[in-house]
Nanobody, 127 residues
């Protein structure tokens, strides 16, 4: 069964850190680029970071650049999103998604390109 499962969300104070994980199963993980999205209440879904299947190519949205770091461990079929200096406006449901591209050193923040989705994990930044 094809699955992406996120974990690591929770409540954190402004300025704090969290690390999200996205565990994959049921497909050849190392052929897929992974993208993290988030959706805050009443707002559109936003692609915030992605990582290529190989080569470590990463892309970040301006809203998280310099604060978030994406990484992957293909031996564990897992992608991580390290989130530092969190702000109240980072409060959202965070989801990971997978996509396969012809070029493996490539990823994009486009939800229309995604093939598999996780259900998400809630991150709340509040004092």
């Amino acid at each position: 069964q094809l699955q992406l499962v996120e974990s690591g969300g929770g409540l954190v104070q402004p300025g704090g850190s969290l690390r999200l994980s996205c565990a994959a199963s049921g497909f050849t993980f190392d052929y897929y680029a992974i993208t993290w999205f988030r959706q805050a209440p009443g707002k559109e879904r936003e692609g915030i970071s992605c990582i290529s299947s190989v080569g470590g190519i990463t892309v970040y949205a301006d809203s998280v650049k310099g604060r978030f770091t994406i990484s992957r461990d293909n031996t564990k079929n897992t992608t991580y999103l390290q989130m530092n200096n969190l702000k109240p406006e980072d409060t959202a449901v965070y989801s990971c998604a997978g996509a396969q591209y012809n070029i493996r050193w490539y990823c994009r923040l486009d939800y229309n390109a995604m093939e598999y989705w996780g259900k998400g994990t809630l991150v709340t930044v509040s004092s």
